[in-house]
């Protein structure tokens, strides 16, 4: 049973940082991708980065370009996603997730698990 577990959420005020952790158990994940993705009330689920376990490779929203930075530490089974410059309009509920099939995408319907979400809120 694949598990995702996010963490680091919380309230932070514009312009400040905070670092999301995902972390996941229950197989291996070298050929898994990994994404991150976030909902605010009363709007749809959205992406915001991915990365593969292997290799370098990363994928942003423009909305979070240059601001934020997905990572992993494959020896702890860990994504992470390095928010700065964080503003109001980042507020929402960030989801893990991971593809079986290591494509990075950014549409939901790509990802086969999904953790329960850590709440970030950015004051003004």
């Known amino acids: 049973q694949v598990q995702l577990v996010e963490s680091g959420g919380g309230l932070v005020q514009a312009g400040g940082s905070l670092r999301l952790s995902c972390a996941a158990s229950?197989?291996?994940?070298?050929?898994?991708?990994m994404g991150w993705f976030r909902q605010a009330p009363g709007k749809e689920r959205e992406f915001v980065a991915a990365?593969?376990?292997?290799?370098?490779?990363?994928y942003y929203a423009n909305s979070v370009k240059g601001r934020f930075t997905i990572s992993r530490d494959n020896a702890k089974n860990t994504v992470y996603l390095q928010m700065n410059s964080l503003k109001p309009e980042d507020t929402a509920v960030y989801y893990c997730?991971?593809?079986?099939?290591?494509?990075?995408?950014?549409?939901?319907?790509?990802?086969?698990?999904w953790g329960q979400g850590t709440q970030v809120t950015v004051s003004s």
């Open positions: 990365c593969t376990w292997v290799g370098a490779s990363t």
């Open positions: 997730a991971a593809d079986r099939q290591g494509r990075i995408a950014p549409l939901p319907s790509f990802y086969d698990y």
């Open positions: 229950g197989r291996t994940f070298s050929s898994y991708a």
